[in-house]
Nanobody, 124 residues
């Protein structure tokens, strides 16, 4: 069992930066792949970025490439999402998720545990 708690969301202006954190509790965090997803009102939950168990493989959605960076600290049991050059289209609830078997996926239905989400609002 893994519990995930996101933090770091907020209201910012376009062009600003935010860093989201996701603290995990439970066993074997380092063996899980992690992902960040987001969901805007009336839209599907979309993958933003994923990271493998040892940070060796990362995936980014095209919409965030070059602006967002996913990292993890397996000592602190935490995964981060650094978000730069934020745009109003980035406004959403951001969720972190954990997936067994070490390697990430952009498919939300392949993740086993989810956090409660943190709101990110970017004003123009």
């Amino acid at each position: 069992q893994v519990q995930l708690v996101e933090s770091g969301g907020g209201l910012v202006q376009a062009g600003s930066s935010l860093r989201l954190s996701c603290a995990a509790s439970g066993r074997s965090f380092s063996s899980y792949a992690m992902g960040w997803f987001r969901q805007a009102p009336a839209k599907e939950r979309d993958c933003v970025a994923t990271i493998s168990w040892n940070s060796g493989i990362k995936y980014y959605a095209d919409s965030v490439k070059g602006r967002f960076t996913i990292t993890r600290d397996n000592v602190k049991n935490t995964v981060y999402l650094q978000m730069n050059s934020l745009k109003p289209d980035d406004t959403a609830v951001y969720y972190c998720a954990a997936k067994r078997n070490m390697y990430g996926s952009p498919r939300a239905n392949q993740y086993d545990y989810w956090g409660q989400g943190t709101q990110v609002t970017v004003s123009s």
